[in-house]
């Protein structure tokens, strides 16, 4: 004979009485909070169950129901959270205590559901002690006398207790008693919390618990687990996040042992799920003046078993450019991480490229390997030996070049989003050293690109959003400098509503070559009318000068126009429109459509 248990029967009970008939939800909530506290009757409308089932137009009459009798422990948390401890709750569903509505006699249909909440006095903190604490720790400013008595700060008082102990190497820190005391006659809450920090802890091994495709002595390499160092929870952090950044792993996890090892050692299981090994993509832009563009990648995580990533990448340009014929290039690139210390990976590259651009035509292949260091979550950086080989038909003639190059990169990252960012800031400096391997001619290229974002309003619905770009290039002769080292404007990627690369220096004869120094500024103010959509205003210009940093004769052209965004989880898809507003190098308007913000 099978029992059931008392919930099991209630359930049952309950379902049965509902099997009958349709279920109509609530047409009206009345919430209702006494005092003068707004901050807290925001918080309790905004925990509300029944507020948000009637925003729920898919909820019947039983979900509400349930709502209702959730909605006083809702709400009694929301109390204590904000420190009030003697407030008083009613629910009413159509004049009766949801409370004292019998589970069998639930009404079928709901009128209208009045919330009170009388908060009473807010608590104050009687005393507030945490001991022992590890030295510099950080406590709560308030979690003091005096303070309101805020059951989230109790909590937050506790875990700062705790991870200052376990910062200072105390992994199996235990919160060993409590002691917390209401006083409703005079509204304060006393608070006392005593702590166990145990032996200070030193890491074991790095146990690895699940099979990988990735070779486990490389997995053991990328991690860099600090065995024999004391434990630091940071470290546990950046263990993970060396795993996770090599794109191999779709999960990591790491899990601390329940018992210290000989010695206070403490030992961590490691958990990995592989990602997919590989990965296709494409995408598409489009410019009424540039015509047409399209790129395509192939993705390989794990070529050899060591977490090697394989990338390869082509693109397709300028099909059907007003200005210039059409651009094709092909990469391929090989990344191995941890060749040199868990934070430092080595990298091989070669690509050959076609440019048919408005100053110049280019074939050209380079080749070449580096290393890329990552210094923090924010800070990396490249450096890399490389062959460069081209050839070349610009305003002074047919010329071929052969170049041994060092380019390096520095990137300083630190926007929220790398899609979609609304706050942070972006910094990248690339410089690339080159000399000549047929006449011993030497200079060098370098380009700067900053961009900051601030969000303001309500979740960020306005971004200001503002680029500069600057660079230039020096040569002990100009003629040492490629074509493809010079600098343009003009274009989706510099001054929209100015043909592509339309400004640079006047060769005579109808004909232009690029600069050896540019800058270009952008500024955007993006707005986000629905979840989805959003509208964006903009201005961009661009300077070009003929001599190496910004000397000799150089001119300015400007182009401004709004833009639609539509969200999608790749990022947004992007529509501008936009025209000339100074200069004399293009006239009419410019459309460009693509993926993603415009920088």
């Not at 248990?5 to 009958?20: D, E, G, P, Q, R």
């Not at 279920?23 to 009206?28: L, S, V």
């Not at 038909?393 to 190059?405: I, N, P, Q, S, Y």
């Not at 899609?419 to 690339?432: H, M, N």
Request: with cysteine; glycine share 12%; hydrophobic share 40%.
């Amino acid at each position: 004979m099978r029992i059931w248990s008392y919930k099991t029967l209630i359930f049952v009970v309950y379902a049965l009485c509902w099997a009958s008939g349709p279920a109509i939800a609530q047409d009206r909530v009345d919430f209702n909070v006494a005092g003068q506290d707004d901050d807290l009757k925001d918080a309790l409308k905004g925990a509300s169950l029944v507020l948000a089932a009637e925003r729920d137009a898919d909820k019947d009459t039983r979900d509400v129901f349930a709502d209702a009798l959730a909605e006083y422990g809702r709400l009694t948390q929301t109390l204590y959270a904000n420190g009030y401890y003697g407030g008083v709750i009613r629910v009413r569903v159509d004049g009766r205590e949801a409370a004292q509505i019998p589970v069998f006699e639930v009404p079928k249909t709901i009128g209208t559901i009045e919330v009170s909440v009388d908060p009473g006095r807010q608590f104050l903190f009687g005393t507030a002690t945490a001991a022992p604490l590890a030295p510099g720790t950080d406590m709560p400013d308030e979690f003091r006398p005096n303070e309101p008595a805020r059951s989230e700060v109790v909590q937050d008082a506790a875990d700062a207790a705790v991870l200052g102990w376990r910062q200072a190497g105390h992994a199996k820190v235990d919160l060993a008693g409590q002691r917390v005391t209401a006083n409703h006659a005079n509204a304060t809450l006393s608070a006392s919390l005593r702590f166990a920090p145990g032996p200070k802890v030193r890491f074991g091994k790095l146990r690895q618990t699940t099979q990988s495709a990735v070779r486990p002595d490389r997995v053991a390499r990328i991690a860099g687990f600090p065995t024999g160092q004391v434990y630091s929870p940071e470290d546990m952090q950046t263990v993970a996040r060396r795993l996770r950044r090599t794109g191999a792993f779709s999960s990591v996890t790491l899990t601390e042992a329940e018992n210290l090892g000989p010695g206070n050692t403490l030992d961590v299981g490691l958990a990995l799920v592989d990602e997919e090994p590989r990965r296709f993509g494409a995408g598409a832009e489009y410019s009424t003046v540039e015509g047409f563009g399209l790129s395509a990648f192939w993705l390989h995580r794990n070529m050899f078993g060591g977490a090697e990533r394989l990338r390869v990448d082509g693109d397709v340009k300028n099909i059907g450019s007003q200005h210039g014929g059409v651009d094709y290039h092909l990469g391929v690139r090989l990344d191995q991480p941890a060749t040199f210390g868990p934070d430092t990976s080595a990298f091989v590259f070669a690509e050959v490229a076609y440019e048919d651009e408005p100053g110049y035509i280019s074939r050209s292949a380079n080749a070449g390997g580096g290393v890329k260091h990552i210094f923090s979550d924010t800070l990396k950086g490249e450096l890399a030996a490389a062959l460069l080989y081209s050839e070349t038909t610009d305003a002074l003639g047919d010329r071929e070049f052969f170049l041994f190059t060092l380019p390096s990169s520095l990137t300083w990252d630190r926007r929220n989003n790398e899609l979609d960012p609304t706050r942070g800031t972006f910094l990248k400096a690339e410089v690339i050293p080159f000399i000549s391997l047929q006449d011993g001619g030497f200079g060098g290229w370098t380009l700067a690109d900053a961009r900051a974002y601030r969000g303001f309003g309500a979740d960020d619905r306005f971004v200001l959003a503002g680029r500069a770009q600057v660079g230039t290039v020096l040569a002990d002769d100009a003629s040492d400098i490629p074509p493809d080292y010079l600098f343009y404007t003009g274009g989706g990627g510099t001054v929209r509503g100015q043909p592509y690369e339309s400004l640079g220096i006047d060769a005579g004869g109808g004909e232009i070559t690029g600069g050896q120094s540019f800058v270009t500024l952008s500024a955007e103010l993006r707005t986000r009318i629905t979840d989805k959509i959003g509208v964006v205003g903009f201005v961009d210009a661009g300077h070009v000068t003929a001599d190496s940093l910004f000397d000799g004769v150089g001119d300015w052209h400007a182009g401004a126009g709004l833009g639609v965004r539509y969200k999608t989880p790749i990022g947004p898809l992007r529509l501008d429109v936009a025209t000339p507003i100074s200069g004399d190098t293009g006239d009419g308007i410019q459309i460009y459509i693509g993926i993603g913000q415009a920088f």
